[in-house]
C-alpha cells in the first residue's frame, strides 16, 4: 500500500493458464517500455515471484504475476481467498 512519498504499489496480475510467465513478459514488458508514463522499468521474470518494477507517471509500482490454472480469469473475480483458486498456482 501507499504509506508516504517513497512508498510503491504493490500490483498483482492474474493471467489464465495459456498465459506463462514468458508470454507476459514479452508481450507487456515492450508495451509498458513504449509508454510515455513509464519512465523506468525493470523486469525480473525468472525471479522465483517474478516481477516488474516500473515508475509510472512518478508512481512506483511493482506488478507481480501470477498464473491461475483456470481457463479464463472471471470478469466477477473480486478476491484469490478462494483456496480452490490457488491449487496449482504458479
Known amino acids: 500500500g501507499v504509506v508516504n512519498p ?3 504499489i504493490d500490483t498483482l496480475c492474474v493471467a ?3 498465459i506463462n510467465r514468458q508470454t507476459f513478459f514479452q508481450s507487456l514488458v515492450p508495451k509498458l517500455e513504449a509508454h510515455t508514463e513509464v519512465t ?3 523486469a525480473v521474470p525468472d525471479a522465483y515471484t ?3 518494477k516500473l515508475v509510472f507517471d512518478g508512481v ?3 506488478l507481480l504475476f501470477a498464473q491461475l490454472s483456470l481457463p479464463v480469469v ?3 473475480l ?3 481467498m478462494d ?3 490457488l491449487k496449482n498456482m504458479n
Open 60 to 62: 512506483d509500482i511493482d
Open 40 to 42: 523506468s522499468i525493470s
Open 16 to 18: 489464465p493458464r495459456h
Open 74 to 76: 472471471p470478469r466477477d
Open 6 to 8: 517513497g512508498s510503491d
Open 83 to 85: 483456496d480452490d483458486l
Open 50 to 52: 517474478p516481477i516488474v
Open 78 to 80: 473480486g478476491s484469490l
